[in-house]
């Protein structure tokens, strides 16, 4: 039986890479970009690697939690299951921006975005026993310089530490997951990617930016093999029973001192829900 598998960011990078490797292991795929031509075509390269590949997309702005909303609920209405949800979409913005919903930015897309579509399709994950959420995070979140009372960073904001937070964030959100919704037959787990040589942080101008792209240069990986992490955790029996871990390089790793605190997972969770309860 095809698994129906949704992937956040689908349209360039892991996300994309991720998705040709599960449409040739049969998957069922359902895709979320921001840009509907970049949805289209990655659509079409993955039907002429595989002709009867089934692949659908939806375009949305993950940044606005009404768009995640509005997500949700229409893959409700077109969907009656989904086996695993893939959030990878990400960003780096090196500068401070504001989202139509008074939300900045990086929070907004990197961490809002997760645990808003999470838990709008969790009931839907959960009707097939062995559903699997799976967070693409990053080994940046260990130099997360984390303050839950400011998650906004409204003052003295640096881009960099603020994309290393919402990964921190990543990995909280997971960990509290797998404790609330224990026993609805569903895994949660995050990952570390790897340094992978993506358009990741293109968007940016300036030293930032540059920074990036040396380093993509001197050491990244490609992007087959940043993805192999999302691939293993969505089709490994291996894991079929294993939740609220970190992964790196498709073996359980720790991730970092803060992100183990349940007062810190506990508070996130509530916070997060404010932002979502203020704007719906």
Known sequence: MSKTCIITGATDGIGKQ???????LGFNLILVGRNREKCESVCQEIKSLKRDASVKFYTSDLSLVSNVKELGDQIKKDYDHVDILINNVGAYFSQHH????????????????????????????????GGRVINVASGAHFRAKFDIN??????????????????L????????????????NITF??????????????????FGKNILSIG?????????????????????????????????????????????????????????????????
């Open 189 to 206: 787990n995050a990952l570390h990617p790897g340094f992978v040589d993506t358009s990741f942080g293109d968007n940016n101008v300036g």
């Open 98 to 129: 504001l989202t139509s919903e008074n939300i900045e930015k990086t929070l907004a897309l990197n961490h809002l975005g997760y645990f808003a579509l999470t838990n709008t399709l969790i009931e839907m994950i959960s009707i097939r026993r």
């Open 150 to 167: 400011n998650l906004q960073m409204k003052d003295g904001y640096k881009g960099w530490t603020a994309y290393c937070n919402s990964k």
């Open 169 to 184: 964030m990543n990995i909280l959100f997971t960990y509290q997951a797998h404790r609330i919704y224990n026993g609805k």
């Open 216 to 280: 993509k240069k001197l050491i990244s990986i490609n992007v087959r093999n940043g993805a192999k992490t999302s691939v293993y955790l969505s089709t490994s029996n291996e894991v079929m029973k294993i939740s609220g871990k970190y992964f790196e390089k498709s073996k359980i790793v720790s991730s970092s001192k803060i992100s183990y605190s349940k007062l810190h997972q506990e508070k996130l969770w509530q916070i997060s829900q404010d932002f979502i309860d203020a704007i719906n």
């Open 18 to 24: 991720t998705a040709i490797e599960l449409s040739l």
